[in-house]
């Protein structure tokens, strides 16, 4: 399974930036999105299934962060906006057959390396 992501970047308060995290080596899974402030606990930021009838976001970013994907490149987008000061963070992208909690960091097993968003 490889996971490989892109977009990060820094932005001004109110930007926006869109991730992407392309998938490989794995089917009908959920991928989620992570991060990770310096200091701070791993927070889930929002996951889809791969068949793309489930998401589902943290309170912190809804209304703000949407997922979206292309199946036939199996790609998935989160496109964030209204961007916060805390919303920096290193933000992962996750893949895993989910069980129990959607945003739980510990029930996805494939990382990406993860991709910088700095809001300033």
């Known amino acids: 399974v490889q996971l490989v992501e892109s977009g990060g970047g820094s932005v001004q308060v109110g930007g926006s930036l869109r991730l992407s995290c392309t998938a490989s080596?794995?089917?009908?899974?959920?991928m989620g999105w992570f991060r990770q402030a310096p200091g701070k606990e791993c927070e889930g930021v929002a996951t889809?299934?791969?068949?793309?009838?489930?998401?589902r976001y943290a309170d912190s970013v809804k209304g703000r962060f949407t997922l979206s994907q292309d199946n036939a490149k199996k790609t998935v987008y989160l496109q964030m906006d209204s961007l916060k000061p805390e919303d920096t963070a290193m933000y992962y992208c996750?893949?895993?057959?989910?069980?129990?909690?959607?945003?739980?960091?510990?029930?996805?097993?494939?990382w990406g390396q993860g991709t910088q968003v700095t809001v300033s």
């Open positions: 996750a893949a895993g057959f989910v069980r129990l909690d959607l945003l739980g960091d510990y029930e996805y097993a494939h």
């Open positions: 080596g794995i089917s009908s899974y959920f």
């Open positions: 889809i299934h791969s068949a793309g009838h489930y998401t």
